[in-house]
């Protein structure tokens, strides 16, 4: 493929996989992130996937998911906080923002841009145009949506792109492992459950921030599903000061009142140890689930990956590897092809199929959770 301008719209993860690739192979890239303070510090843990393993080698950070957290085998509460079943099934749980910031490490720092929101892609015959919120323009050859849940590039590319409220949020919480009480050591180098009617809560021990694994200087992840009426969802998504946010409530901006009624719910319907790993977050966080599946990935000047071509829910751990295996797809369609829509075509027709799959797979896991 000849030398191509490319532009990346949003700059988590799966842009900088699109960003970093592409550059290397002579584009002309540059990444557009819209928030003015970056992507760091605002993930958790992941569980590494043959894809992720990839894109990892391809960029020559392969290091990274050798950078975990292992739980050495699951367990499932009873309501009293006994064990109901333990299986041997170790697994490894790696650091995001310890991926984010080596992988954000191999793009160039001219060519990733923060504060730079993005209101509308709008496509011609010959190139595709960034609308800035500032009112700049800019043209590319190829408009890569890497914009997650609010893609604004979605929307050019299908006609329905609303995101669809699967009926259940989850709330996060993420604290220092010194912070669990020693009531709550059973949590400790697990991956635990408690799974009951409308009730699924989980939690497992994740590197510190800049990939540390050493016994005190890890994190402790935990995530609770619970069933919300859609209705429910503008109320629930209002910080204590009065803003409001379309998909999420991030950390901070939990009212103390709604602080205390969390913690209460905890104590009356969940096992002790995850009461007390509840308790020990002062900073609860508050994510929607949704689904939202592309009828179409490309157009003549504009393609999408990630989260912004087909949302995938959180019980599936495939969200980053599949952006990773979308990258790696894009980036081997323009490398086997002179001719972009000819590129373009064979990336849609390989990816849709495997985004659909993972997608059903994640809501048939999301039926079975709650």
């Known amino acids: 493929m000849k030398r191509l301008r490319i532009r990346i719209v949003g700059g988590s993860l799966a842009g900088l996989f699109a960003g970093i690739l592409l550059q290397r192979d002579g584009h002309d890239v540059k990444i557009y992130e819209r928030s003015s303070s970056g992507l760091a510090g605002r993930g958790a843990g992941l569980v590494g996937q043959h894809d992720l393993f990839r894109i990892l080698r391809a960029m020559g950070c392969e290091h990274v998911a050798r950078v975990g957290v292992i739980a050495k085998e699951r367990i499932y509460f009873n309501r009293d906080g006994g064990v109901a079943e333990t299986l041997r099934t170790p697994q490894m749980q790696i650091s995001w923002d310890f991926l984010y910031s080596t992988v954000a490490s191999h793009m160039a720092t001219e060519s990733y841009l923060i504060g730079q929101p993005i209101i509308e892609v709008i496509e ?13 323009r800019e043209d590319a050859d190829l408009v890569i949506g890497a914009d997650g849940l609010g893609s604004v590039v979605r929307p050019l590319l299908n006609r329905d792109a609303s995101n669809q409220f699967a009926g259940y949020v989850a709330w996060r919480g993420l604290i220092p492992e010194t912070a669990l009480p020693q009531d709550a050591a059973i949590l400790v180098d697990r991956f635990a459950f408690y799974v009951a ?41 209002t910080a ?6 379309d998909y999420s409530l991030p950390r901070g901006a939990l009212s103390e009142e709604r602080l205390q009624m969390l913690r209460a719910d905890a104590a009356s319907m969940l096992p002790p140890p995850f009461v007390k ?42 969200g980053v590897s599949k952006a990773a295996g979308d990258t790696l797809a894009l980036r081997e369609a323009l490398l086997a092809s002179e001719d972009l829509s000819e590129a373009l075509d064979r990336y849609q027709k390989e990816r849709l199929p495997v985004g659909k799959n993972i997608a059903d797979y994640g809501r048939r896991l999301g039926a079975s959770a709650l």
């Open 240 to 245: 204590a000061d009065g803003r409001t946010f």
């Open 124 to 136: 011609g015959p010959e190139n595709a145009r960034l609308l800035f919120a500032d009112g700049r």
């Open 277 to 318: 790993a509840i308790e020990a977050e002062p900073l609860p966080s508050i994510q929607g689930i949704f689904d939202f599946e592309a009828a179409n990935i490309v157009s003549a000047h504009t393609a999408l990956i990630g989260d912004a071509a087909f949302v995938v829910r959180p019980h599936t751990a495939m």
């Open 197 to 237: 009617s409308g009730v699924h809560v989980l939690g497992y021990l994740v590197p510190g921030p800049n990939g540390e694994t050493g016994p005190g200087e890890r994190r402790y992840n935990w995530v609770w599903y619970r069933p919300v009426a859609s209705g429910e969802l503008q109320t629930l998504f």
